[in-house]
């Protein structure tokens, strides 16, 4: 059973920086591929960042680009998001999510088989 587990969300001031991380467990993940998802109120969920487990290839949002950074720790199965000069615009509720990989990085929510629980993140202005 797959399971996908985030950690590491909070409250932080405009500028400010959190590290987002996901534990995946269940199965092998090459040839998957892993992202971060948003969701903030009223909006519907978009993709932040992706990461292809094998290559590490990874896709931006233009919104969080030259800020959020996706890595992936293969040894510890961990995906992780570091985000930096956040902004209040960022405020969402950020979700881990992972599919096979079907050879593109712009992936939406309905490409995505698997997901985490989600963690809140505020950027208070």
């Known amino acids: 059973q797959v399971q996908l587990v985030e950690s590491g969300g909070g409250l932080v001031p405009t500028g400010g920086s959190l590290r987002l991380s996901c534990a995946l467990s269940?199965?092998?993940?090459?040839?998957?591929?892993m992202g971060w998802f948003r969701q903030a109120p009223g909006k519907e969920r978009e993709a932040v960042a992706v990461?292809?487990?094998?290559?590490?290839?990874?896709y931006y949002a233009d919104s969080v680009k030259g800020r959020f950074t996706i890595s992936r720790d293969n040894a510890k199965n961990t995906v992780y998001l570091q985000m930096n000069s956040l902004k209040p615009e960022d405020t969402a509720v950020y979700y881990c999510?992972?599919?096979?990989?079907?050879?593109?990085?712009?992936?939406?929510?309905?490409?995505?088989?698997?997901w985490g629980q989600g963690t809140q993140v505020t950027v208070s202005s």
């Open positions: 999510a992972a599919t096979r990989d079907v050879g593109t990085l712009r992936l939406r929510p309905s490409h995505m088989n698997y």
């Open positions: 269940g199965r092998t993940f090459s040839g998957y591929v």
């Open positions: 990461i292809r487990w094998s290559s590490g290839n990874t």
